[in-house]
T-cell receptor, first 111, second 115 residues
Framework: QKEVEQNSGPLSVPEGAIASLNCTYS??????FFWYRQYSGKSPELIMS????GDKEDGRFTAQLNKASQYVSLLIRDSQPSDSATYLC???????????FGAGTRLFVKA | DAGVIQSPRHEVTEMGQEVTLRCKPI?????LFWYRQTMMRGLELLIY????????DSGMPEDRFSAKMPNASFSTLKIQPSEPRDSAVYFC?????????????FGPGTRLTVL
């Protein structure tokens, strides 16, 4: 079992819709959770971090964490073509400083 | 403030040659990470440092790989000898101590091609 699992996609949504990206992790002791966006040919860029169960909102982005289910999600509201990218879920291990990345989900937002 | 700086941005070399990748972390950051990204294996952590000291090098694939951090503003990743399977994008990232948090900022990467 991979430590951090994501659906590779591609996930295709129309412009203006909500994109929902999901991630599961295996280390129950994990304490920090991140979503990175990576455009083709570019480096990963941190867009959301979450550390407590529940929802965290930042603009059009909402991260959701459920530690009991070992599940993290990212919702992108009012999706734009510029949101088309690969979204990497990352989980900090127990102790926090070794981060494991999922393989990423490719998102396409159709204009 | 400048972000993480990596050089070179592109490197093409022949099998058997030595390759040195360089990284300058964000000033004030005390953690530095080296990652490798390929289509097949995704983003893999190779090694990370805290206050210039290597903490975990379990991701370093073989003895051909070595990394150093002689001071807080500079790190190198060396591959000697290089092999075609080392072809990948190598990222350096840095972060700072903040409880259990570890928000990492990535450099632009070095695209390595070994012929």
């Amino acid at each position: 079992q991979k430590e951090v699992e994501q659906n590779s996609g591609p996930l295709s949504v129309p412009e203006g819709a909500i994109a929902s990206l999901n991630c599961t992790y295996s280390d129950r002791g994990s304490q920090s959770f991140f979503w990175y966006r990576q455009y083709s040919g570019k480096s990963p860029e941190l867009i959301m971090s979450i550390y407590s169960n529940g929802d965290k909102e930042d603009g059009r982005f909402t991260a959701q964490l459920n530690k009991a289910s070992q599940y993290v999600s990212l919702l992108i509201r009012d999706s734009q073509p510029s949101d088309s990218a690969t979204y990497l879920c990352a989980v900090g291990n127990t102790g926090g400083f070794k981060t494991i990345f999922g393989a990423g989900t490719r998102l396409f937002v159709k204009a | 403030d400048a972000g993480v700086i990596q050089s070179p941005r592109h490197e093409v070399t022949e099998m058997g040659q030595e390759v040195t990748l360089r990284c300058k972390p964000i000033s004030g950051h005390d953690y530095l990470f080296w990652y490798r990204q390929t289509m097949m294996r995704g983003l893999e952590l190779l090694i990370y440092f805290n206050n210039n000291v290597p903490i975990d090098d379990s991701g370093m694939p073989e003895d051909r790989f070595s990394a150093k951090m002689p001071n807080a503003s500079f790190s190198t990743l060396k591959i000697q000898p290089s092999e075609p399977r080392d072809s990948a994008v190598y990222f350096c990232a840095s972060s700072w101590t903040s409880g259990v948090y570890n928000e990492q900022f990535f450099g632009p990467g070095t695209r390595l091609t070994v012929l």
